[in-house]
Antibody
Framework: QVQLQESGPGLVKPSGTLSLTCGVS?????????WSWVRQPPGKGLEWIGE???????NYNPSLKSRVTISLDKSKNQFSLKLSSVTAADTAVYYC??????????WGQGTLVTVSS | IQLTQSPSSLSASVGDRVTITCRAS??????LAWSQQKPGKAPKLLIY???TLQSGVPSRFSGSGSGTDFTLTISSLQPEDFATYYC?????????FGGGTKVEIK
């Protein structure tokens, strides 16, 4: 079973860029899975940010599309999220996730990112 | 695609049968997953493909439905089941989640 682990800064300044990485173990990032990012503001529900296929094809939430980039690093078996021009509204727990062709979804443990000066 | 979960919260007792519904604004075949989230923890997959129980998940959890109407049922609520439950559609972009159903102790 795939295991996922987020890493990155827990504090980002307003107008800066949020950068997170998700390490993949127990499976290859080159397998036929989609690799996703989801976030959850404090006390609120889940919001899908976007995902990347093993081929490199991406899909993003239209509400965030102008600020989001998701990429793969096959040499390190990991994928990454960049969210630019952040504001306090981007403060959230960020999860990486993966779904396979059967529809199973695997989740990382999540990492809190706070946007504050 | 909007997913509407109901109820948004419920109070139940240990041993109760609990049913949560998820309605999609358009058909999503059977591309629906149910996850459980406890405070401070990541979501945990319970059901995928609308009705397939994830390995290791107790059999008191079951899912049904296709098209636009889906149901998650807990046949006999246990103390460890008090949590928030989310549905997620995987049929079309952007992928979306329901608003969540919080199951509390009565």
């Amino acid at each position: 079973q795939v295991q996922l682990q987020e890493s990155g800064p827990g504090l980002v300044k307003p107008s800066g860029t949020l950068s997170l990485t998700c390490g993949v173990s127990g499976g290859s990032i080159s397998s036929s899975n989609w690799w996703s990012w989801v976030r959850q503001p404090p006390g609120k529900g889940l919001e899908w940010i976007g995902e990347i296929y093993h081929s490199g094809s991406t899909n993003y939430n239209p509400s965030l599309k102008s600020r989001v980039t998701i990429s793969l690093d096959k040499s390190k078996n990991q994928f990454s999220l960049k969210l630019s021009s952040v504001t306090a509204a981007d403060t959230a727990v960020y999860y990486c996730a993966s779904r396979d062709t059967s529809g199973r979804v695997y989740w990382g443990q999540g990492t809190l990112v706070t946007v504050s000066s | 695609i909007q997913l509407t979960q109901s109820p948004s919260s419920l109070s139940a007792s240990v041993g109760d049968r609990v049913t949560i519904t998820c309605r999609a604004s358009q058909g999503i075949n059977s591309y629906l997953a149910w996850s459980q989230q406890k405070p401070g923890k990541a979501p945990k997959l319970l059901i995928y493909a609308a009705s397939t129980l994830q390995s290791g998940v107790p059999s008191r959890f079951s899912g049904s439905g296709s098209g636009t109407d889906f149901t998650l049922t807990i046949s006999s609520l246990q103390p460890e089941d008090f949590a928030t439950y989310y549905c997620q559609q995987l049929n079309s972009y952007p992928l979306t989640f329901g608003g969540g159903t919080k199951v509390e102790i009565k």
